[in-house]
């Protein structure tokens, strides 16, 4: 057990227990300032061929009367950078204000050409000055050294002309991207993806140049949350200026899924006062993401602690590396090797039928007298003081009010949950599982030894505070520090919430959680969202961390001037066919320029190579070049199904 104390530990935010957003420095963006005092600001990209002037501008302004406070275009050759004057041009005739950020791959004299005409430009320092050959390089110091000095040589003309200037830079690092030479030095690891952008920020500030936001974005949430505590730890460590950081989990995807990952993502590092712009990356237009970006800021505006959590002294969780808590096996919770369980909350119905299961994935066939479990069908019902009075799946408990539970313990797979006073006066108990409801407030001594040493145990923990996430995690440090290895299933309640509040809010209370190991399972319920979107809910945000997988899974970039092809349609019919692939991960990129290395975290890849063509991958590995897009996605199934990885759907 690792018990650093809190002022010796690499510490990454203000407060682990009180909201408090990190002082970063003021970086003038045209007439909308970031870091400091100022709000979170929100942005989005344009997805219009950057060649488009009339179709950039009208998007651009869509955009903006949607919320985005900054616009980002691609700007990939010279012919680009020069038509941004165009669009600027249009815009301030027609009233419009907002800066514009050239976003800049593979090309510096394009990057020079945009930072004298737009508020910012965006480098990828791991294409900047390098290309991505998937080449391992070993390298000695001297020889490292020199790539160094050769990168300073490329990347010092940018430098002088936004000083001159007076353009903002962001040193933007992708996962998908780094380098072969930070790739044969520090791997694929947050670490590397770190180093990537401090080698480009030392020149800068070399320079003289502060003008600069950060950023370290990843498809998968883990090690996007992962990169930026680390790259607040190292500018710390490393006496750097407090640079504000712009939030974003690239390739989220689209739908549901898409915003749970990005909130899982965001929220987590929001919560813990990191970040002073998102952008939310969504395979849907622009103007999609930006009610999205907004829900997730404006939880943070007036975010207080609706009650005193104490300090931690003894931090025992790495933020820089996941590993799960240990944890007690209770029949299927916990242990170490069962995913997090989902229970369902049926305890506000009226009357409980087959047909209520319906939507939490089990389905009654009466010709066949059986039930049919699907993927998402959840583990556990809490029924309160309802009644079964039919037969369910054998895999399925219930859970029941300790009260009614005493009345019902023969009932099969039927299991009490008591609150902590109940626990405590010695009641009859289940003897295979007791789940126990508690909060922060209970977790004293004495009841923290009783749980400990009682293998029927199970925790619910719940939380009324407005920053729950963090006093949700104080009590797991409680747990963890006196050595308490009873499995706990994270609760959370939510009222008067849209559908897109309740997935945003839950992904990052929830997820912030399971991101660091916390939670061998989820509970989650909701007075204003059908059950079948709750119980859906719960099991994506599993998907979003990592932690249980149901389903396939989509790394899908947002459309932008580079793409090749249509994403949205393109992601649809990809999906359409494939859906039904549980345990697959495939990448749908629209260019080069996250596509292979993005590849590096799924198991098969569609990239756009060209217009009408289309590169299949496995993992990293090119399969085939220069595909029509007619015949792409059947020949991405031939892939598939050629490594015995395909299942015919089920009729």
Request: aromatic share 8%.
């Amino acid at each position: 057990m690792v018990t650093d104390p809190i002022s010796k530990l690499r510490q990454y935010c203000n407060s682990l227990t009180e909201y408090s957003r990190r002082k970063t420095r003021v970086v003038t963006i045209g007439d909308v300032p970031i870091g400091g005092d100022n709000p979170i600001r929100i942005q989005s990209m344009t997805t219009i061929d950057t060649m488009d002037t009339a179709g950039s501008v009208e998007q651009t302004i869509r955009m903006v009367e949607a919320g985005s406070e900054y616009v980002r275009i691609t700007a990939p050759s010279i012919k680009e950078a020069q038509n941004l004057q165009e669009i600027k041009s249009e815009l301030r005739k027609r009233g419009y204000r907002v800066p514009l950020i050239a976003d800049i791959h593979f090309t510096p004299n394009a990057a020079e050409l945009a930072a004298r005409l737009v508020e910012k430009v965006r480098v990828n320092p791991g294409n900047y000055a390098d290309k991505k050959k998937f080449e391992e390089i070993e390298y000695t110091d001297a020889s490292y050294d020199d790539e160094l000095e050769r990168i300073r040589k490329k990347f010092t003309p940018l430098i002088k002309i936004c000083k001159e200037y007076g353009t903002a830079m962001r040193i933007g690092t992708n996962h998908g991207s780094l380098s072969d030479r930070i790739m044969s030095r520090y791997g694929d690891t947050p670490l590397g993806m770190v180093e990537s952008a401090l080698e480009f920020l030392r020149i800068c500030e070399d320079l003289n140049y502060f003008n600069i936001v950060l950023s370290m974005k990843a498809s998968n949430p883990q090690v996007m949350i992962q990169a930026y505590r680390l790259l607040v730890q190292k500018l710390d460590e490393e006496k750097f200026q407090p640079y504000p950081l712009h939030l974003g989990v690239t390739e989220a995807g689209d739908g549901e899924d898409g915003r749970i990952k990005s909130s899982v993502g965001i929220g987590t590092l929001l919560e813990d006062g990191l970040g002073d712009t998102i952008r939310v990356s969504l395979t849907e237009e622009p103007e999609a993401e930006l009610p999205v970006a907004k829900h997730l800021a404006e939880r943070y505006t007036n975010r207080k602690s609706t009650s005193l959590i104490p300090e931690i002294i003894n931090y025992p969780i790495n933020p820089f590396e996941y590993t799960r808590r240990s944890t007690n096996e209770v029949i299927n919770v916990g242990g170490g090797h069962h995913v997090p369980r989902v229970i369902a909350d049926l305890s506000s119905r009226e009357k409980v039928t087959a047909a209520s299961l319906f939507s939490l994935g089990y389905h009654y066939s009466v010709p066949l007298d059986k039930w049919n479990i699907a993927d998402m069908a959840c583990d556990y019902l809490y029924l309160g003081d309802n009644n079964i009075d039919f037969e369910i799946p054998g895999t399925l408990g219930l859970i029941y009010n300790y009260e009614s539970w005493l009345v019902r313990e023969a009932q099969p797979n039927s299991f009490p949950l008591l609150s902590s006073t109940e626990y405590l006066q010695g009641n009859k108990l289940s003897k295979k599982l007791n789940f126990v409801r508690a909060e922060l407030s209970d977790a004293t001594i004495g009841w923290i030894e009783k749980i400990k040493s009682d293998p029927t145990a199970v925790l619910i923990i719940a939380t009324q505070n407005e920053h729950g996430l963090a006093e949700l995690r104080r009590l797991f440090v409680e747990l963890i520090n006196r050595d308490c290895k009873t499995p706990v299933i994270i609760r959370r309640q939510y009222q008067n919430l849209s559908v897109d509040q309740l997935q945003l809010y839950a992904a990052t209370d929830m997820g912030g959680l399971l991101i660091d190991g916390l939670g061998d399972g989820v509970f989650l319920s909701s007075g204003s969202v059908s059950a079948k979107v709750v119980n859906e809910t719960a099991f994506n945000i599993l998907q979003a961390t990592r932690t249980r997988i149901s389903k396939t899974e989509y790394i899908s970039c947002p459309s932008c001037g580079r793409t090749l092809f249509d994403l949205q349609e393109t992601t649809a019919r990809i999906r359409s066919r494939t859906s039904h692939l549980k345990g697959i991960k495939i990448g749908i990129m629209g260019c080069i320029v996250n596509g292979p290395g993005e590849m590096a975290d799924a198991d098969y890849g569609y990239v756009g190579s060209g217009p009408g063509r289309i590169t299949l991958y496995r993992g990293k590995e090119v399969m085939k070049r220069n595909v029509p897009s007619a015949q792409a996605v059947d020949q991405l199934i031939d892939i598939i199904k050629g490594d015995s990885n395909w299942i015919e759907v089920a009729q």
